[in-house]
């Protein structure tokens, strides 16, 4: 015995279950801050547990989503900085729980590395935290994998899973669109979390930019312009769906409207999308000029400047849109519902 400690076998495999512990111990005050009435379990169980208030709700469902950051990590990487793709990840799930009327109750997370970097890590579960906050949903637990040799030194992997709970007769699925029916578009604040692929090929392939360049037409640099957090758009969804009827809500996610809104509304029905009614903000315009991409491919695979679209009633329509701006939103009024033949495309494009 030589009275040294002799290093863990788990550890020296490439695992510490020490930083592991050290990591949870200071996760805890971020993950206690989005607790809400329903959470019964601490951080470091084998599992979380929530406890569903059932009194307002007469036919109880429960709505569920699962959903990653993609290659928008790739700028976390090359800018180190950590503390806003939480935010998206949250965000991705959340709007997706949202737009069926249902309300976020609670988020479990999963992050994947090579190698846990104790602070790095903690920084990730900073922006899932602050996500959580704005969508007022709880964190209730999480897997964080240790898998040496599996990524590449620095990088990690990201996903999140979302439970909400809605109204059986209540649920928001779209069947009710009709024609006439007008479609209002919520401002994105940016890329959000799709399009990255073709984006870091435009920007690092084929303009050979780096994410430490400032961009005039962004106001600030490629890096801080790319890492720019999803919007969640829980308050604003549940105000109005409180007060309105709306007939069908798309997140405009990976597709852009071409796909996204098909999703909503019936096959006898078409999207007339009016082009000139708002502005794309300035890194979608880059992208389309300097990155020479057509027209179509842009609207199938950016937002473009809308994070989501309510289809309303026609004398709804104003009242929706005073509230938007009420609460803070910027909205179009984007385009209206018409009848389809079925040789027709779902969704076109005017303007």
Not at 200 to 208: E, S
Not at 269 to 285: H, L, M, R
Request: glycine residues 10%.
């Amino acid at each position: 015995m030589t009275g040294k400690k002799k290093k863990d076998t788990y550890a020296e495999a490439g695992v510490d279950i020490d930083a592991g512990n050290r990591f949870v111990k200071l996760i805890k005050p971020l993950v206690s801050k989005t607790f809400k009435p329903g959470v019964m379990t601490s951080i470091g169980g084998f599992s979380g547990v929530f406890s569903l208030n059932l009194q307002d709700i007469k036919n109880p469902v429960l709505v569920s989503s699962t959903d990653g950051v993609g290659t928008k990590l790739k700028i976390a990487f090359m800018v180190d900085k950590h503390d806003t793709v939480g935010i998206d990840l949250v965000a991705m799930s959340v709007n997706d729980v949202l737009v069926q009327g249902a309300t976020p109750l609670f988020m479990l997370d999963y992050i994947a590395t090579g190698k846990l970097e104790v602070e790095k890590t903690v920084q990730i579960v900073k922006g899932i935290a602050a996500g959580c906050e704005e969508a007022e949903c709880s964190l209730i637990g999480g897997e964080t994998a240790e898998m040496p040799g599996f990524y590449a030194e620095g990088e990690y992997d990201l996903a999140g899973f979302v439970v909400g709970l809605g109204d059986k007769y209540h649920l928001i699925d779209g069947s009710s669109i009709a024609v006439g029916h007008q479609l209002i578009g919520i401002a994105s604040s940016g890329l959000h979390s799709n399009g990255y692929s073709l984006a870091r090929r435009v920007f690092f392939d084929q303009l050979k930019m780096s994410v430490h360049d400032y961009v005039e037409e962004f106001g600030r640099t490629l890096g801080e312009e790319l890492l720019q957090p999803t919007r969640i758009y829980a308050k604003t969804v549940k105000n109005i769906i409180r007060d309105f009827p709306i007939s069908g809500i798309a997140h405009i996610t990976g597709g852009g409207l071409i796909d996204n809104l098909p999703r909503v509304f019936p096959k006898s029905c078409k999207a007339v999308i009016d082009v000139s009614s708002w502005t794309p903000p300035p890194v979608f315009q880059y992208l389309h000029k300097a990155g020479k991409i057509p027209f179509r491919d842009m609207m199938r695979t950016f937002n473009n400047g809308l994070g989501m679209v309510m289809a309303v009633s026609p004398e709804k329509v104003d009242e929706v849109l005073s509230r938007l701006k009420a609460n803070g939103e910027t909205a179009y009024l984007i385009g209206r519902i018409e009848r389809r033949d079925h040789k027709e495309e779902p969704v076109q494009f005017a303007g």
